[in-house]
C-alpha cells in the first residue's frame, strides 16, 4: 500500500500508509486526534539521496528529451595507436 501525506489543522504533519481507495479521505491525526486533509508536495523527495534524486530526474529527462549526442560514449577519435612490438605483426587485420 502506498504512503500519504497528511496536514492537520494545527499544522503537524503525519504519513499514513493506506489503501489508494482511502487516500483522499480525510485521517485522523495521530497527536490531535482532528481530521487531517491529504498533503501534496516532495516531502518524500526532500527526504531523498541528491545522488539518487539525480539520477531519478535524468532518467525522467531522458524519456522526453534524450541527449543528443555526436560520438559514441567512451570512445576518442584518436587513431589507434601504433604498436612496435614485433609479435604484433603476426596477428590478424580486420
Ligand atoms: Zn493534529
Redesign the pocket.
Known amino acids: 500500500m502506498p504512503t500519504y501525506s497528511y496536514r492537520?489543522?494545527?499544522d503537524?504533519r503525519f504519513d499514513l500508509v493506506r489503501p489508494m481507495a482511502e487516500a483522499d479521505e480525510p485521517a485522523q491525526?495521530p497527536?490531535?486526534?482532528?481530521p487531517?486533509r491529504r498533503v501534496f508536495g516532495a516531502p518524500a523527495l526532500r527526504a531523498m539521496d541528491s545522488r539518487l534524486r539525480r539520477a531519478l530526474d535524468a532518467g525522467e529527462r531522458s524519456a522526453d528529451a534524450p541527449e543528443v549526442v555526436t560520438s559514441v560514449p567512451g570512445r576518442s577519435r584518436r587513431a589507434t595507436p601504433v604498436t612496435r612490438d614485433p609479435r604484433h605483426a603476426r596477428l590478424p587485420r580486420p
Open positions: 492537520c489543522p494545527e503537524s491525526c497527536h490531535c486526534g482532528q487531517s
